[in-house]
């Protein structure tokens, strides 16, 4: 089955850009989506299609795809950004869809 | 605005049943696929399965195939997931969630959550 992998976790300064990586075979073929979950909260959409900010979100997190892996990245990360984040993807497996989700990043502010 | 509230969960014996509910408001219910994800104890996201519009599209992820069975009843604009020969390890929050396409295959992504609704298996 495909696969989605992410780092366990990320530590970032106030200020500074968290970058999220989420690799799987040839993913630029794929539409990546990502959803932030903070602790006891269900998850939210921020990112679909590769790189379309999801209504209300700030543009300070953006998108990519290319090759193996898809990023998402939070630039002048505040306190408020500290949470789990999923990267996700649909593929096929014996003509049939299936959905998969990363592991999942910790984003811990400093 | 969109609202999804499940309902259900709770404290199950393994090899036993459960049939989670979500109603849905603040859209067309039955112009959109819907999906149950689950999530164990500090565990990660597991999607189980999704439904078309008109239910005639069904996908399940392999692990609960033939285990659990997804329904819609879009004139009571509800999602339901019958969980059957419940686990050990299915106890986690099960999320009900809105796609943005009319299918389950793979069109769209999870544009709503609910809140989710707490299984503990457990004797």
């Known amino acids: 089955s495909y696969v989605l992998t992410q780092p366990p976790s990320v530590t970032v300064a106030p200020g500074q850009t968290a970058t999220i990586t989420c690799g799987g075979n040839?993913?630029?073929?794929?539409?990546v989506h990502w959803y932030q979950q903070k602790p006891g909260q269900a998850p939210v959409l921020v990112v679909f299609?590769?790189?379309d900010r999801a209504s209300g979100i700030p543009d300070r997190f953006s998108g990519s795809n290319s090759g193996n892996t898809a990023t998402l990245t939070i630039s002048s990360v505040e306190a408020g950004d500290e949470a789990d984040y999923y990267c996700?993807?649909?593929?096929?497996?014996?003509?049939?869809?299936?959905?998969?989700f990363g592991g999942g990043t910790k984003v811990t502010v400093l | 605005e969109v609202h999804l509230v499940e309902s259900g969960g709770g404290l199950a014996q393994p090899g036993r049943s459960l049939t989670l509910s979500c109603a849905a408001s603040?859209?067309?219910?039955?112009?959109?696929?819907m999906h149950w994800v689950r999530q164990a104890p500090g565990k990660g996201l597991e999607w189980l399965s999704g439904?078309?519009?008109?239910?005639?599209?069904?996908e399940y992820a392999d692990s609960v195939e033939g285990r659990f069975t997804i329904s819609r009843d879009n004139a009571k604009r509800s999602l339901f997931l019958q969980l059957n020969s419940l686990r050990y390890d299915d106890t986690a929050v099960y999320y009900c969630?809105?796609?943005?396409?009319?299918?389950?295959?793979?069109?769209?992504?999870?544009?709503?959550w609910g809140q989710g609704t707490m299984v503990t298996v457990s004797t």
């Open positions: 969630v809105k796609d943005v396409a009319t299918q389950a295959n793979g069109e769209g992504y999870f544009s709503n």
């Open positions: 603040g859209f067309n219910f039955d112009d959109f696929a």
């Open positions: 439904i078309s519009w008109n239910s005639v599209g069904i």
């Open positions: 040839n993913i630029e073929s794929k539409s």
């Open positions: 299609v590769d790189s």
């Open positions: 996700h993807v649909w593929h096929s497996r014996d003509d049939y869809p299936k959905t998969v």
